[in-house]
């Protein structure tokens, strides 16, 4: 006896049901992701103030703990004085203190951080430089449009000698992390890596530090090749 064909749904229909109906579903939720995002602890302007003024009071704490959960509550603000307090915390002595306001900061992140931050990548502590070290990229284009407000000129970021010492000096640093993530932000900086720096790095014990070293190299010798040529 003959099996009676099933008939099965061709692509083209399975794709038009999903366009149909995923397609709006998922824009509803992109939609409503931002502004679930802008809900903060206290809504209302008096509310906000309180907040604020509660954390303001227990960044005086004894407590490190409380200080901590201080800074991280006080980084989804904009309001200057919360700004001001966690700009301070990256000077503070304890180093999950100093690491909490980078959290805080990479939450809302603004363009006047930026020079604060870029130091942190020098930071004693290596969690610290860690996270700082992987906020490069974003810095270094923050500091580029700092300097040139109206677009980029697609020159090099207005770094001081001590801010460029620092990125440089993050290539050679302790932590294999602190190292990667100093290579992959390099290109922002809109210059080669030079000899001394680039062999050892493709000589790293660590294999993603090797790797990104060597994809360094190859975008050099591709941007030579590309002048050579235009020459």
């Not at 903060?40 to 005086?60: F, R």
């Not at 004894?62 to 989804?76: H, S």
């Amino acid at each position: 006896m003959r099996k009676a064909k099933e008939n099965h749904p061709s692509t083209g229909t399975v794709r038009r049901v999903i366009h149909a109906f995923c397609l709006p579903l998922a824009l509803a939720w992109c939609i409503s992701v931002p502004a679930q995002a802008q809900d903060l602890p206290g809504t209302s302007p008096e509310a906000v103030q309180e907040t604020i003024n509660k954390c303001l009071l227990e960044l005086a704490s004894p407590e490190v703990d409380a200080r901590r959960r201080a800074i991280l509550v006080l980084g989804k603000y904009a309001d200057p004085r919360a700004r001001q307090a966690v700009a301070r915390t990256l000077s503070d002595d304890d180093a999950g203190l100093r690491l909490s306001a980078l959290v805080a900061i990479n939450e809302r992140f603004t363009a006047d951080m930026a020079p604060r931050v870029l130091d942190m990548v020098a930071d004693p502590d290596v969690h610290v430089r860690r996270m700082a070290s992987s906020l490069l990229p974003q810095l270094l284009m923050q500091v580029r449009m700092m300097a040139d407000p109206r677009g980029f000129t697609g020159g090099m970021p207005a770094l001081s000698a001590a801010q460029l010492k620092v990125v440089v000096g993050a290539l050679s640093d302790t932590d294999a992390t602190v190292r990667k993530n100093a290579l992959v932000a390099f290109p922002g900086l809109r210059m080669s890596l030079p000899p001394d720096l680039l062999i050892p790095l493709l000589r790293d014990p660590d294999v993603e530090v090797r790797l990104q070293a060597l994809n360094a190299a190859l975008s050099a010798f591709e941007a030579a090749d590309l002048a050579e040529h235009a020459g």
